[in-house]
Structure formats: structure tokens, C-alpha cells
């Protein structure tokens, strides 16, 4: 009879694990379709799509019956902010539209604390991987065909908006940008980023190189350049920096000297091969007075927001309500070819002010930055670590650091895309965390 039982146990067992991992992978898939949705038919979804896949965090979670990553510092501060934020929006003058950003960040707290496993994290790894390789494809035949995405593919885009989509793709050329399916160059280089992370973690955690992933990885700094994206295209090379020194690494400035060798070189090829490419380097180092964009102007509004509630804000998400209220954005909306600015502040940090006050940008911001310090911290810990554990490690690290960065001048605080990516980071630290810790080894 002992035995019987336990062979009931077991296969019980065994179907609560096959059942949890298909939980897992449909969330995965999920977060997938909201990461790469561009600016195409799974963009008006993003939210409903960040929704659904948190849910089947939670039932996976509750299936599975998962100790919950939530009893720590981290999980502790961002519960606290994000229940800042909830409200906030509820007592906002703009609730209606200040809720669902409150949701949005609920979702991905839900997604970091139930927390994927060893093997959840490394299939999300490889889908973007694969989806991304897919993104730079499209970026380099666009090239070469440029009514691809205008004619014969416009069909990926939503219906209501398609003429104008065209019309902005058609200006990206002309400007000499280029963003593949994804349809947007902050999409495309969004995109690239996550190529090149993924291809930097696996050298980095490999502490070698080979063939496939050095083609990858120039394949996602070319496609990069061809979005023309600025800060996105800066952000891959510090964190590559940040990278070496976090890893103990034998001649590792000759290696980095070998390596912006071989960069340079490639940059010269890819501009002789494809002229456009070259177009980022005129963007980096042109000395107009319009290198801020407009983004100015909106800065300024976050000041003028916050005045109206300096210690609390406005309510997450209110920026674009009160913004289109001060002359100076309507004006840049109209220059721009808007009816109205839509298109969030264009710094996380000036936004979360007008939002969110000075006491909530505090709590926020500090959370952001403690979580990244702990992390850069665990770097210690990375000779403990076996090679799946080092690529998840590498990979939170790049999205943290690129979200604190980026946030500088992107709306990676408002948008779904940013703050999945973001979230499920911070959830890949807390795991490697506790599978380091005593507890973690006993499992």
C-alpha cells in the first residue's frame, strides 16, 4: 500500500509540474506578443495581453503551490510603491485614465513575485531571441524593398491608423530610419537591444565567443543603426562595459581592446555595405539646437503639473490629460502633426514628478535604484552560479540598467513593453537570489 500511495504521489506530482510549465509557457507567449507588438495589430492588445499572462502567473502559482518570492526587501518596496500609485490614481481628477497604468504595474508585481523557474526564464531568453533575430531580418530587407511594410505587408498594422502608420514609416525612410515589422524605430530599437543583451549575456556567462552568436550580435548593432535611435544605441556599449567589470575576467583589457577593434571594423563594413547605417553617427554628433526634440517643452509642462500637487502628483498617468491644457505642448503637438500630444513625457523621471509627487518620485526612483545596486552587489555570487543561472543573471542586470538609463529620456515607466521587460529582470534576480541562498539550495 506504501508503495501504491507513493506512486500516486509522484504522478500527482508530475502533473501539478506539466501543468504549472503550461501555465508558465502561455504567460510567456503572452509577454512575448506585448514585448514585440510594435506598433501592429497586437499593439492596441498590449495591455489586455499583460492582463491575461499575469493571470496565468497566478494560477500557475496557485497550482503549483509556489513558495512566493515576495517575503524580501525588494518585493516589500515595490509593493508599498506600487500601492502608492493605486492611490494616487483612484483619487485623481483623471482616474479613468490613471487606473490602468496602476493595473499595469499591479500585473507585473504579480509576474515578479510568483516568479518563473530556472527553465521558464531561459525559454523567455531563447523566444526573444528568435523573435528578435526575426525583427532584424525584416529591418535589413526593408532596406532593400522599403514598400515591404508600406504596401505589401500593411496589412500587420491596425486598420484605423494603417494610412497614417504608412505615412510615418514613410517619413523614417525618407529619414533614413528603418524599423522592420515593428513598424515605430523606438519599437525596432527596443527590439535590437534585447538582441544584443541576449547575445552579450551568453558571452559573457560563456566567458568565450562563437560563430552564431558574434553574427547575431553584429546583426543587432547594424539593425540598431539603422533605427537611428540615439540613446538605445549608446546604452548596449556601457552596459558592455558595466559587464566586464562585474565579471572577473584575465586580460580583460586587451579582450576589451580586441573587441572595439573588431566593433569599429564592423561598423565600417556595415556602412559600406548599407550607407543608411551610417546615418546614427550624424545623429550623435550633430550640433543643432534641436537635439532635445521637443522634449524640452515637456519637461517644463512636468513642472508646471507638479505645482498643482508637489508632494503627491497628479495621479500615475495624468501627464498627457494636464499637458494638453499648457499652450507651449499644444503647440508642439501641432508642429509634430498631432491633434493633441499623446506620447507621454519623454523621461521617466520628469513624468513620475508630475505624477507622482516628490514623496511618491522618491519612493519610486529609490526602489528602481535599490534593486539595481543589489543586483550589481551579486556579482559576487557569479562564480556560484552554473551557466543557465549566469545568463538569467547578465540579463536582469542589462534590463535594469537599461531602464534606469533609458528612462532618462524614453516613457519606459508608462509603457507596457518597458515595464513587463523590467519587471521580469527584477523577477530573474530574485530568482538566481534565492536559488543561492540556503533555502533555495534545500530545494
Known amino acids: 500500500m506504501d508503495y501504491g500511495k507513493g506512486k500516486s504521489i509522484s504522478q500527482q506530482l508530475n502533473r501539478t509540474v506539466n501543468l504549472q510549465r503550461i501555465l508558465n509557457i502561455i504567460a510567456i507567449v503572452f509577454f512575448i506578443f506585448v514585448i514585440f507588438g510594435g506598433v501592429t495589430i497586437l499593439s492596441p492588445l498590449r495591455k489586455q495581453l499583460l492582463i491575461a499572462g499575469s493571470c496565468f502567473c497566478l494560477l500557475s502559482f496557485i497550482v503549483a503551490n509556489m513558495k512566493l518570492r515576495a517575503l524580501n526587501s525588494i518585493s516589500f518596496l515595490w509593493f508599498i510603491s506600487i500601492s502608492y500609485m493605486a492611490f494616487g490614481s483612484f483619487l485623481s481628477q483623471y482616474s479613468n485614465n490613471a487606473i490602468p497604468y496602476f493595473i499595469s504595474y499591479a500585473c507585473c508585481f504579480v509576474v515578479m513575485i510568483t516568479g518563473f523557474s530556472k527553465d521558464d526564464y531561459i525559454l523567455f531568453i531563447k523566444i526573444d531571441e528568435v523573435v528578435a533575430v526575426i525583427a532584424a531580418i525584416t529591418r535589413i530587407l526593408e532596406v532593400v524593398i522599403q514598400p515591404l511594410f508600406t504596401n505589401i ?48 549575456c551568453k558571452m559573457f556567462a560563456k566567458k568565450s565567443t562563437d560563430r552564431i552568436s558574434v553574427f547575431l550580435l553584429m546583426l543587432g548593432i547594424i539593425s540598431l543603426m539603422l533605427t537611428g535611435k540615439r540613446t538605445l544605441f549608446i546604452i548596449p556599449f556601457f552596459i558592455c562595459v558595466l559587464f566586464v567589470l562585474v565579471n572577473k575576467i584575465k586580460g580583460k583589457y586587451i579582450k576589451i581592446a580586441v573587441a572595439a577593434c573588431i566593433v569599429a571594423l564592423t561598423f565600417y563594413v556595415a556602412i ?39 508632494l503627491f502628483g497628479t495621479g500615475l498617468g495624468t501627464f498627457t490629460d494636464w499637458a494638453n491644457n499648457i499652450p507651449s505642448v499644444k503647440t508642439l503637438a501641432a508642429m509634430q502633426g498631432f491633434e493633441s500630444w499623446t506620447a507621454q513625457a519623454h523621461s521617466m523621471y520628469y513624468q513620475f514628478y508630475a505624477e507622482l509627487g516628490i514623496i511618491g518620485s522618491i519612493l519610486v526612483i529609490g526602489t528602481i535604484g535599490f534593486v539595481l545596486t543589489n543586483t550589481i552587489l551579486f556579482k559576487s555570487k557569479i562564480p556560484l552560479m552554473n551557466l543557465q543561472q549566469k545568463i538569467i543573471y547578465h540579463f536582469s542586470l542589462y534590463f535594469q540598467v537599461w531602464f534606469v538609463i533609458y528612462g532618462l529620456t524614453g516613457n519606459v515607466g508608462h509603457y507596457p513593453q518597458d515595464l513587463i521587460i523590467y519587471f521580469m529582470s527584477v523577477g530573474m534576480y530574485l530568482y538566481v537570489s534565492y536559488a543561492l541562498s540556503p533555502l533555495g539550495k534545500q530545494d
Open 272 to 310: 559600406l555595405a548599407i550607407p543608411q547605417a551610417g546615418n546614427i553617427f550624424n545623429r550623435l554628433f550633430e550640433s543643432n539646437d534641436n537635439t532635445l526634440s521637443g522634449r524640452d517643452v515637456l519637461w517644463d509642462a512636468c513642472s508646471q503639473i507638479n505645482s498643482r500637487n508637489p
Open 153 to 200: 505587408l500593411s496589412f500587420i498594422y491596425p486598420a484605423g491608423n494603417r494610412a497614417k502608420r504608412i505615412q510615418m514609416i514613410t517619413s523614417e525612410i525618407h529619414q533614413g530610419s528603418y524599423s522592420g515589422f515593428l513598424g515605430e524605430k523606438g519599437e525596432a530599437a527596443f527590439a535590437m537591444n534585447i538582441l544584443v543583451s541576449i547575445e552579450l
